[in-house]
């Protein structure tokens, strides 16, 4: 079967100010329906794939053919970002996380303002496109910046929460100015979200 694009959890305009609707239409239906179309016509190439689930291709790239293999890695990893990226957003988010996971992160990083400080100085600090993760390691929590559409599954990580930092992720509103950007999606993020993953991997 092939692989589907989600509907957003909630509207387009539904991140504003922080977000804006036409960044959110262009990103979902445009950018992120590519990369699902690009996943299935590659995979089409590779038909004995097609019926593995995205994580399992992702976290064992070196066993799908290498005619396809750039492709699943690019596309199939904008696929997984962006699903979670999503989720990982909600109006009215923000704020701090409570219960396991903030012991996780303060346990980490100190306290949740210095995990902030590591997470959106790995996301400012990419150079050109890429995402900054929170992740899951066994049982230890990282903040990872990572190129491309590279996804923290290929690595062994377990992705938590991601910050797509590409341009067509903020240019419309914030032009060249990506540390307001990140400033600004602190406002959306869905801790819910990223407590559910945080459990489901413990
Ligand atoms: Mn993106």
Not at 29 to 56: C, G, I, M, R
Not at 137 to 147: A, D, N
Not at 185 to 197: F, H, L, S
């Amino acid at each position: 079967m092939p692989h589907t694009l989600d509907p957003l959890p909630y509207a387009y305009n539904a991140l504003e100010p922080y977000i804006d609707e036409q960044t959110m239409r262009l990103h979902h239906d445009k950018h992120h329906q590519t990369y699902v179309d690009k996943l299935n016509a590659a995979l089409e190439n590779a038909p004995e794939f097609a019926a593995k689930s995205l994580d399992d291709l992702l976290r064992d790239l070196t066993a799908v053919p290498e005619s396809v293999r750039t492709a699943v890695r690019n596309h199939g990893g904008g696929h997984t970002n962006h699903s979670i990226f999503w989720k990982n957003m909600r109006p009215g988010g923000g704020g701090d996380p409570g219960g396991s996971l903030a012991d996780a992160l303060q346990k980490t990083f100190g306290d949740l303002a210095k995990f902030r400080e590591e997470m959106t100085k790995a996301a400012t600090g990419v150079f050109g496109s890429g995402w900054a993760w929170l992740v899951a390691e066994e049982r230890t929590l990282r903040v990872v910046p990572r190129p491309n559409q590279d996804s923290p599954l290929m690595d062994g990580q377990t992705p938590l929460l991601g910050l797509d930092v590409w341009e067509h992720a903020y240019y419309l509103k914030y032009q060249n100015k990506r540390p307001e950007y990140i400033a600004a999606w602190w406002n959306v993020v869905n801790w819910d979200d990223v407590a559910e993953r945080f459990a489901a991997h413990s």
